[in-house]
């Protein structure tokens, strides 16, 4: 039977699905180094994300130095992966960009959604990645401004830490219906 | 030529990392309801998200109520499209199971990643969702609590709103080199 567009449509939108399902976190790396076009392919996803009132209110940091990886593993106690990862994203709140007043904050959530944007990317093109928070935490938030040399204007919420996955990552099913109400 | 494994998981892993830019906020519904089993479909995906310290400190409340419907919209004015839609998300924080202390506001940022996924997942299987924000903005988050009868230990974080789009959705191109730094 000839398939239809719909059908490709559909075919199309069951492989994106279950990759969201599929995304692990990958903390352990091949020795390898992750192309730079790759890279940019990361980025452009993570700016894919929605923002309130479209402020677009995030600067993303891509750390590819042995030197400034080593740093930004000493900086976030979770990041010490990084020590070996051929490259780190550093998703940061640009206070230049982000609301006023009592609607600041809400930058945190834009830049989460890209961040979560970044990871399922990663997980899409063959790489791995996991999230490591900085943000709320002031003395992380510190430590890692020094390390890359932020300017005041840019809040470090987390390191992403990257690279082609040694051995193969297992989702966790984490799935509980006792988390929902339907009303 | 014949495909191999390494080409289809290539090919996969294009389509979803395609499905990530193609989202779009969609605000204009058909009139006609979104399955249960879809429902579970796109909590499934929000649970999928990654947690601080895997504290998955989410509750997802899935609306299809009408009365309830109409209620978010007005609690909420960038919800407006939920007096029509036949489905809303109400993700919140739980903080029964939110990490301590200065930790606490890690929430945020879960809770955001979840809804990121419900985002993509609802673009992936041919729904339309727009996130419209609640928290922190403390009238909003009261009214919603309000609007659903939420105990005190939900935090309403957003109103995700969801049906099948009337038309084409038409994604933004939101690539900004300026926003990147390379180091």
Same mark, same amino acid.
Request: hydrophobic share 40%.
């Given at each position: 039977?000839?398939?239809?567009?719909?059908?490709?449509?559909?075919?199309?939108?069951?492989?994106?699905?279950?990759?969201?399902?599929?995304?692990?976190?990958?903390?352990?790396?091949?020795?390898?180094?992750?192309?730079? !076009?790759?890279?940019?392919? &990361? #980025?452009? *996803?993570?700016?894919?994300?929605?923002? +309130? @009132?479209?402020?677009?209110?995030?600067?993303?940091?891509?750390?590819?130095?042995?030197?400034?990886?080593?740093?930004?593993?000493?900086?976030?106690?979770?990041?010490?992966?990084?020590?070996?990862?051929?490259?780190?994203?550093?998703?940061?709140?640009?206070?230049?960009?982000?609301?006023?007043?009592?609607?600041?904050?809400?930058?945190?959530?834009?830049?989460?959604? !890209?961040?979560?944007?970044? &990871? #399922?990317? *990663?997980?899409?093109?063959?790489?791995? +990645? @996991?999230?490591?928070?900085?943000?709320?935490?002031?003395e992380r938030c510190a430590a890692v401004?020094?390390?890359?040399?932020?300017?005041?204007?840019?809040?470090?919420?987390?390191?992403?830490?990257?690279?082609?996955?040694?051995?193969?990552?297992?989702?966790?099913?984490?799935?509980?219906?006792?988390?929902?109400?339907?009303?």
């Open positions: 039977m000839e398939k239809t567009d719909k059908d490709s449509a559909q075919d199309s939108g069951q492989t994106a699905y279950v990759s969201i399902l599929s995304r692990a976190s990958v903390r352990s790396y091949e020795d390898r180094p992750v192309e730079r !076009a790759m890279v940019e392919r &990361l #980025l452009r *996803a993570g700016m894919a994300a929605p923002s +309130a @009132v479209d402020r677009r209110p995030w600067h993303l940091v891509a750390v590819t130095s042995r030197d400034k990886l080593v740093r930004l593993a000493v900086a976030n106690p979770y990041a010490s992966c990084a020590r070996t990862a051929p490259l780190a994203i550093v998703v940061c709140g640009n206070m230049r960009k982000a609301l006023e007043g009592a609607d600041r904050d809400f930058w945190i959530q834009d830049c989460s959604a !890209a961040s979560e944007n970044i &990871l #399922l990317a *990663a997980h899409a093109l063959g790489l791995g +990645a @996991v999230w490591t928070g900085t943000y709320p935490r002031m401004s020094r390390a890359l040399g932020l300017p005041p204007h840019l809040i470090p919420l987390n390191t992403i830490v990257i690279g082609y996955p040694k051995g193969e990552p297992r989702p966790k099913d984490k799935w509980n219906p006792s988390d929902v109400t339907y009303m």
